[in-house]
């Protein structure tokens, strides 16, 4: 097997040392070409060429972002590589979710295993599009690799709060600060007291259905857990997987009392979805719209992509194939 590893020299939780190990064992199992990527989009851009280059499969050292870019690429190409996944960064939701360790060096050894015994996943997508001519900073055609106004996600999207604190903690690491789970949670508490929890302003649209209005903050998965705090996952949309359409959660209230209720109901491995009156819930969507009066901030995989109006998604089944 001949394979491209692409990786991110800035990834949180690898150094150079780490990564010489890696790259040496997985060398050790296929013929292997290294990459580092140089800029934001460069891994989407690499790995839209692997197979006409001769690639069999695409891995990744990196973090969410880098991995939803290899994964945006792979879906621009007619031939797509098998995808070969190496955590290496805070987060790490799509390993984990696959059932990979968070480490890179066990992880490393969970895909040698696979590539071993040849076992393979398919997964499905998401997919969001957005128009074009909306301000709140377009990804570049590259950068989204379905082009300016649509981007593939693996695990989650949101609009309104979520993204938020996203765009918030992006801020801070441009500042020097390094990525962590208290970062994220300090953010977030911070950042409450800022988001708009009196005007709601979105609206779901789901074919042959009511629209569902007055939401403040929606999350869409295709996967669950929808995050993670430390060890400890976070699951607001507990039916959601790789198998299924895409799911949604909607929350029509924002103040303390119902966060507080929400959050007990999804810290932690669960099964039954949240209980209350004021969540807007679907399971195992095709395709749906979120809609709203105001520009909202929106993210994909934990990367913040600016404000829209309106945002359409859609269910990609079997869209890859993960060695796992």
């Known amino acids: 097997m001949r394979a491209l590893l692409l990786v991110n020299p800035k990834a949180t939780s690898t150094n150079r040392r780490s990564r010489d190990v890696l790259i040496r064992a ?3 199992a296929v013929d292997l070409t290294v990459e580092e ?13 692997a197979h006409a280059k001769g690639f069999d499969a695409v891995a990744v050292l990196g973090g969410d972002g880098t991995v939803n870019e290899v994964a945006n690429g792979l879906m621009a190409a007619a031939d797509r590589p098998a995808l070969i996944i190496i955590p ?11 059932g990979l360790p968070n480490d890179p060096v066990e992880a490393t050894g969970a895909v040698l295993e696979a590539l071993r015994d040849g076992r393979r996943r398919t997964i499905s997508l998401g997919l969001a599009s957005w128009d074009l001519d909306e301000t709140g900073g377009d990804v570049s055609p590259g950068d989204a690799g379905a082009g300016g106004g649509s981007r593939y996600f693996t695990f989650c999207a949101g609009l309104g709060y979520d993204a938020e604190v996203i765009r918030a903690v992006e801020g801070l690491r441009s500042a020097g600060y390094r990525a962590s789970p208290t970062l994220y949670v300090n953010t977030a508490l911070r950042h409450y007291l800022m988001t708009n929890r009196r005007h709601p302003a979105m609206t779901l649209h789901r074919p042959r259905r009511a629209a569902e209005k007055g939401i403040f903050m929606a999350i869409v998965s295709n996967t669950a857990p929808w995050t993670f705090v430390g060890n400890r996952p976070v699951n607001p949309t507990p ?3 790789f198998d299924t359409g895409l799911d949604v ?23 039954g979805l949240p ?9 195992d969507e095709g395709e749906f719209t979120l809609s709203a009066e105001r520009p909202i901030a929106f993210q994909l995989d934990g990367d913040y992509l600016g404000e829209r109006e309106r945002v359409i998604f859609r269910a990609i089944p079997d869209a890859l194939q993960v060695l796992v």
């Open 88 to 98: 290496g960064g805070s987060a790490n939701v799509l390993a984990r979710a696959l």
């Open 239 to 241: 039916w959601a997987g």
């Open 249 to 271: 959660i909607g929350l029509r209230r924002m103040g303390l009392p119902a966060m507080l209720g929400l959050i007990r109901q999804i810290i932690g491995e669960r099964t």
């Open 275 to 283: 209980a209350g009156k004021h969540l807007v819930q679907a399971h």
């Open 26 to 28: 997985l060398g050790a």
């Open 37 to 49: 990527t140089r800029y934001r989009g460069h891994a989407a851009v690499l790995a839209s060429t």
